[in-house]
């Protein structure tokens, strides 16, 4: 079935106290049949993928506390492929690099 994939994992670990908070979540898709093509060879295939993304935060005090995340870590680029997993072509690649953000937050 198209948008399916096969197989797929998800583990985070984490690190958890009054004052700091930090997590890495690790994802992880195999390839799977996007979109279905006039015959096999016009597949197309979403590439498989894995990711790492971390973030965290640390309590200054009740008020105030800063925080940060970065996604995408590993850079791994979105890849489509043209046809059956046996004889596939790459159709796409693209990288979209990480992102990180880092920030104050009040809490009132």
Do not use: C, W
Request: hydrophobic share 35%.
């Amino acid at each position: 079935m198209p948008g399916q994939s096969p197989h797929a994992l998800n583990l985070a670990l984490f690190y958890d106290s009054p004052k700091i908070y930090i997590k890495a979540a690790f994802n992880y898709s195999d390839s799977y049949l996007h979109t279905l093509g006039v015959d096999s060879d016009l597949d197309e295939y979403y590439g498989s993928q894995l990711r790492l993304d971390m973030n965290g935060y640390y309590q200054v005090n009740q008020v105030l506390q800063i925080f940060g995340d970065v996604r995408n870590i590993l850079n791994t680029p979105l890849r489509y492929y043209l046809g059956p997993p046996e004889n596939r072509r790459i159709l796409l690649t693209e990288y979209y690099s990480y992102s990180a953000r880092l920030g104050i937050r009040l809490i009132f």
